[in-house]
């Protein structure tokens, strides 16, 4: 469970047991140390619990999702550079219609690659790499 939620129940059960906030911020900062949420977070979440809030999560944003970073752009990326490692970004993202960033967070954090002298070479095992030793070890 992620560090916030896990901070958002303990501040829930406070306010279950009749704890103030000050008190409940005590007490996060004892068991997480520097990583605790900060006072006028703890504060909000311990005000909405109060007010009878029953949900940990975060409620829905509003805003744009994101279309361009699906599985299959990401695929289409991955079978691209495995073609040709020398595409650059600018390339990628106009044959494929995709922003800039886009791709480049794809190349970059979803593929684990990064230019090298012209040309896509992983930062550590990609997927050709893993796929490669795949077919070797059959």
Known sequence: MELNLQQRVCIKFCVKNGFNGAKTL?????????????K?????????????RESVEDN????????????????????????????????LAEDLNIAYGSVQDIVVNDLGLRRVAAKFVPKELNFMQKRDRVDIAK
Do not use: Q
Not at 26 to 38: R, Y
Not at 40 to 52: A, D, I, L, Q
């Open 26 to 38: 005590e007490m996060l900062g004892n068991c997480f140390g520097s990583d605790v949420l900060k």
């Open 60 to 91: 829905e944003r509003s805003g744009k999702p994101s279309t361009s970073k699906t599985d299959e752009n990401i695929n289409k990326v991955r079978e691209m550079l495995a073609n040709n490692r020398k595409l650059t970004i600018r390339e």
């Open 40 to 52: 006028t977070t703890v504060y909000e979440w311990h005000e909405r619990f109060r007010s009878g």
